[in-house]
């Protein structure tokens, strides 16, 4: 079965600590987004802002990686707070601005409110498009399972 692409939307403080420890959590640590991945699958972190809730917009994408083959599990982080996580083998890459990527991205050309698609917290996307995002973050598109032909 040919990999999945999908976007995860958190801050970047939150995408940074999952980078750290090899894992990715979704819609505040909801299961059954999680439960829609499978081994193999790219994932690639929009981050709207540095921090939640606070500070200047941000509107880029932070991380790119494959889910490890582990189902959803849950991690205790404390004060009652036992969300879903899954393992993502991430890659080395840069940040990249979503502005130059609007009129690329399938998702967010032509729409006014391209911001609107984000708030689903998790969404599929072309291999196109996720070629295009992977080639502005500077990420080794071989250890992603992508071509260098494909995303030019």
């Not at 973050?137 to 992508?146: C, E, R, S, T, W």
């Amino acid at each position: 079965m040919d990999p999945r692409n999908w976007i995860a939307v958190a801050c970047a403080e939150h995408v940074a600590r999952g980078r750290a420890d090899g894992f990715m959590q979704v819609c505040h640590g909801k299961e059954a987004p999680l439960k829609r991945l499978r081994a193999g699958d790219r994932v690639v972190y929009y981050s709207p802002a540095q921090q939640m809730g606070s500070g200047p917009p941000l509107q880029a994408f932070t991380a790119i990686g494959r889910l490890r083959d582990r189902a959803p599990y849950r991690f205790d982080m404390g004060g009652g707070f036992v969300p879903w996580r899954r393992d993502v083998e991430w890659v080395e890459a840069g940040t990249a601005s979503i502005r130059p990527l609007l009129a690329l991205l399938d998702f967010t050309r032509g729409q006014a409110s391209w911001g609107a698609k984000f708030r689903y917290g998790l969404f599929s996307v072309s291999e196109a498009n996720m070629q295009c995002i992977a080639q502005a973050m500077g990420a080794p598109l071989p250890l992603l399972g992508l071509t260098e032909e494909a995303a030019a």
